[in-house]
């Protein structure tokens, strides 16, 4: 080896053993800077817009089937709409605004304004990240992803797959899809520069894993009701307007088959033929590379007191989650998802022989606090008829009487699926598609939730470009990939699961009774 080859590979190792170094990565995020010329004009045009879309619809002239209520709730909803999308102030600030408005003009009554706060999504959202924050306190996330990459690190398919199985076990307990982001970034770097992908000379290997890495943060949130606090703000508008109640293992078994196959298919078609990786590039090609990352693992020594506890509550909140439609037969009482999580927190945080403080538990209050302006916004429009108004104008010259199920779901599902293209907002999408979708069911006489549900498990796909979500934008930033690469991967895993809802939808949904049979007309 050059003299040159060996400094540069000295400074590759030193790089690795920095990034190892995972105890400072951060749970919960705010909302970024604009970083385009673009994203700051939408804000410097955003606060004006929003207000400019509320005087307009508040004050238009009644009609067409519109009341007055439905008007103001309309006004108030788009207005916050506008500034969800642009952020000329944080998202949580627009939520306030809203239910100050919707209380104000007297569209709503202040008591269920108020009252989201107190929904089961709510209580789950908040239980949920605390019993994230033990994956980062006690090491547990660290010592995951360093054991798998040891395991099948040694060869580039297998890499791969390891971060396939770390997505997938981080998503049912850490709703932030970007604090997943976050905590696995370091390894992502770290094994791409093993395998001589860096950010001033990628190679189809880094392409591969940053956007494998991409596609499994966001899809792979679709397993659980859990995964992303979109899928609970679903649960939530299909409970409170369909008078559904969605089981946590119903949507388990359900959403897994989709999710789990799209990124199994997008594992092995991505080295073979998106992003082709040449034979020689199979192996690793840092020298030492391996040895650094185990030696990060040794020297976090056997599992600790405090770790083991974690994997006792989580295994216990887990069995809860996963057996919920046979608690009254085992119990003779039943246990909610929010009520199975709530008796994880009491253990972890139980003084002396618990496992955290509160102060070491990271609770994103402003995405709860924004959650809880959507579901007020989203409730009103149901609640006033501007939502089923909405409907009638969009599909109103589309006659779906006696057309057959399949054909309703296959566009409804097209557009959950390639939606995020023009609104990244998980959140807004949730709060915007699935009233709409139950509405728009009821209207035509099919099962609200033979639509929504399987809506809902594509909420969360927003793989196709840097903008389509905080974790692409941190991915994007590596300098691995570029926007077009970043594009024809996403369509990829969008059409590959598009494809597999489809097959879903007349098969495994009809089984577990979610859908009707394709072929039924109304």
């Known amino acids: ?32 800077a604009a970083r385009t010329n673009t994203e700051r004009w939408m804000k410097y045009l955003g606060f ?53 408005l919707l209380a104000l003009t007297r569209t709503w009554e202040l008591k269920p304004i108020l009252d989201v706060l107190g929904m089961d999504v709510i209580w789950l959202n908040i239980m949920s990240f605390i019993l994230s924050s033990i994956l980062v306190k006690t090491r547990l996330a660290k010592r995951l992803a360093l054991s798998l990459i040891l ?18 076990a981080l998503a049912p307990f ?14 992502m770097i770290v094994v791409a520069a093993i395998y001589g992908s860096t950010g001033d000379t990628p190679n189809n290997f880094g392409r591969n894993l940053l956007l494998l890495n991409l ?26 307007m369909a008078d559904y109640r969605v089981y946590y293992n119903q949507w388990l078994l359900a959403a897994a088959p989709i999710t789990i196959g799209t990124i199994a298919a997008v594992w092995y078609l991505g080295p073979k033929f998106i992003f082709p990786v040449q034979q020689e590039a199979k192996y690793p090609q840092l020298q030492g590379g391996m040895d650094l990352v185990k030696a990060q693992k040794d020297s976090m020594g056997p599992l600790s007191i405090a770790e083991k506890k974690g994997i006792g509550v989580f ?30 927190v009491v253990i972890t945080l139980m003084p002396r022989w618990g496992i955290l403080s509160w102060n070491e538990a990271e609770i994103p209050w402003h995405l709860l606090l ?16 501007a939502a089923e108004w909405a409907v009638r104008q969009l599909f109103g010259n589309m006659n779906f009487q006696g057309v057959p199920f399949g054909v309703v779901y296959a566009i409804i599902m097209a557009i959950m699926i390639y939606s995020h293209l023009l609104l990244t907002s ?93 072929t039924a007309r109304l």
């Open 1 to 32: 080896m050059s003299q040159a080859s060996a400094a540069m590979n000295t400074g590759s190792l030193e790089r690795v053993q920095e990034l190892l170094n995972m105890e400072k990565m951060s749970l919960s995020s705010d909302s970024r």
């Open 426 to 518: 998980k959140t807004v999408r949730a709060t915007i598609m699935i009233p709409l979708i139950i509405t728009l069911a009821r209207q035509i006489g099919w099962n609200p939730v033979s639509l929504a549900l399987p809506a809902a498990f594509a909420i969360d796909w927003v793989v196709g470009l840097p903008i389509s979500g905080k974790p692409n934008v941190v991915l994007f930033a590596t300098g691995q990939y570029s926007v077009m690469d970043n594009l024809k991967y996403g369509l990829a895993a969008c059409t590959i699961g598009y494809i597999l809802l489809l097959i879903g939808g007349a098969t495994w949904f009809h089984w577990m009774g979610i859908t009707p049979a394709f």
């Open 48 to 100: 004006p817009g929003g207000i400019l879309v509320f005087l307009l619809i508040y004050y238009m002239p009644t009609g067409a089937g519109l009341t007055a209520s439905a008007q103001s709730a309309a006004a108030c909803f788009l207005m916050a709409l506008v500034w969800w999308v642009t952020e000329p102030v944080p998202t949580y600030v627009t939520s306030f605004l809203l239910m100050i």
């Open 151 to 168: 395991k099948f690190g040694k060869n580039a398919s297998w890499a791969l797959f390891a971060f396939v199985i770390i997505q997938l």
């Open 370 to 385: 924004f959650s809880a302006g959507a579901y007020a916004g989203g409730l009103a429009l149901d609640d006033t008829g």
């Open 215 to 240: 596609a499994s943060i966001s899809i792979l949130s679709s397993t659980t009701m859990t995964g992303s606090p979109a899928d609970m703000q679903a649960v939530g508008f299909i409970q409170k």
């Open 174 to 187: 850490i709703p932030s899809t970007t604090a997943r982001c976050v905590i696995t970034l370091p390894l």
């Open 315 to 344: 295994l216990l909140v887990i069995f809860l989650w996963a057996t919920d439609t046979w608690h009254q037969q085992w119990f003779g009482l039943d246990i909610a998802a929010p009520v199975a999580a709530m008796i994880g």
